[in-house]
């Protein structure tokens, strides 16, 4: 039972390059969700997708889009990477009653 | 009033000393605290969890201390181990069905030195 998996774990762009992270759950969750993790800011939630068909904004959505592929895959694009963009990203979902997230290992991107 | 506070931001902590992370919150709709531990390299996972209608919870070495009134919540961990070193988030949400509605601190930075 592979939980969350994404990919790729380690990416470097320039500025103004586009990108695709990958997500895909084995859990049969149905809300997923894109976390960007930087130093002393926590983690913030950029988009979400409640359902399959559905995807909501967070809190820090600007410069981001998302597809919710099936059930299983949630997608994270950057369509033209810029600095501030340098984070760590995690996708997760949630168990449908604990209320508790499942995370993967994270993607760390650089924009240069 | 929808900002999680956490302090504080890193801690050393002697091998078999107490752990102790601080978060409050304006929020008095917030009805559902979770505590996750991120090691280096991995995602956050799931430590221990609580709600307003207790004052603490506590599983092995880990307790949950809850304050309603003064909307304060802390992580104790108790005969601290190098293997506890990790970054903990406490969070808050309004119902625990969606992360859509999980607030999480700016995390903390916890070493044991054995």
Redesign the interface.
């Known amino acids: 039972n592979a939980g969350v998996t994404q990919t790729p774990k380690f990416q470097v762009l320039k500025t103004g390059q586009s990108m695709t992270l990958q997500c895909a759950q084995d859990m049969n969750h149905n809300s997923m969700y894109w976390y960007r993790q930087d130093p002393g800011m926590g983690l913030r939630l950029i988009y979400y997708s409640a359902s399959e068909g559905t995807t909501d904004k967070g809190e820090v959505p600007n410069g981001y889009n998302v597809s919710r592929l099936n059930k299983r895959e949630f997608s994270l694009r950057l369509e033209s990477a810029a600095p501030s963009q340098t984070s760590v990203y995690f996708c997760a979902s949630i168990g449908p009653n604990t209320g508790e997230l499942f995370f993967g290992e994270g993607s760390r991107l650089t924009v240069l | 009033q929808q900002q999680v506070k956490?302090s504080p931001?890193s801690l050393i902590v002697q091998k078999g000393g107490i752990s102790i992370i601080n978060c409050a919150y304006e929020n008095t709709a917030f009805d559902?605290f979770?505590w996750?531990q991120q090691f280096p390299?991995?995602?956050?996972?799931?430590l221990i969890?609580i709600r307003p209608d207790v004052s603490e919870k506590k599983e092995g070495r880990f307790t949950i201390s809850f304050n309603k009134s003064a909307k304060q919540f802390s992580l104790h961990i108790m005969d601290s181990q190098p293997g506890d070193s990790a970054t903990y988030?406490c969070a808050a949400?309004m119902?625990?069905?969606?992360?859509?509605k999980?607030i999480?601190?700016?995390?903390t930075r916890l070493s044991i030195r054995p």
Do not use: D, N, V
């Open positions: 956490q931001q559902y979770p996750y390299g991995k995602g956050p996972a799931l969890a988030f949400s119902g625990e069905s969606s992360a859509s999980i999480f601190g700016s995390g």
